[in-house]
C-alpha cells in the first residue's frame, strides 16, 4: 500500500487549506482512512478517521473546523481544514487502517 499526501503550506490563521492523500495498491474502498498530525515535540495523533462505509470520527480540537471525505473511485482521501490555528501546526500523514503510513505534508499556520 503506497500513500501519497500533499495540499499542506503555510497559512495565517484564520485560513483554510485542504489535504489529499492518494492510495495505490490496495483496494481503497474497504480501507479505514486517518488523518494523523505531529506537533513539534508532541506525540502523533489521530486527527480524523473515515471508515469504509463513511462513519466519521473527529478529535475534539478540530470539530466543527475539518472535514474528512473521501471519494473512492479517485482512491483519495482529504481533510478540508478551516479556521485554522497556531495550535493546529504540524506534520499531517495520512494513514490506512492504522497499518500504511504516507509521508507527511507539512501545515504551518502563523499567528
Known amino acids: 500500500v503506497q500513500l501519497q499526501a500533499s495540499g499542506g503550506g503555510l497559512v495565517q490563521a484564520g485560513g483554510s487549506l485542504r489535504l489529499s492523500c492518494v492510495a495505490s495498491?490496495?483496494?481503497?474502498?474497504?480501507?479505514?482512512m486517518y488523518w494523523y498530525r505531529q506537533a513539534p515535540g508532541k506525540e502523533r495523533e489521530v486527527v480524523a478517521a473515515i471508515a469504509a462505509g463513511g462513519n466519521i470520527h473527529y478529535a475534539d480540537s478540530v470539530k466543527g473546523r475539518f472535514t474528512i471525505s473521501r471519494d473512492n473511485a479517485k482512491n483519495t482521501v482529504y481533510l478540508q481544514m478551516d479556521s485554522l490555528k497556531p495550535d493546529d501546526t504540524g506534520m499531517y500523514y495520512c494513514?490506512?487502517?492504522?497499518?500504511?503510513w504516507g509521508q507527511g505534508t507539512l501545515v504551518t499556520v502563523s499567528s
Open positions: 494513514n490506512a487502517d492504522m497499518l500504511h
Open positions: 495498491g490496495t483496494i481503497f474502498s474497504n480501507r479505514r
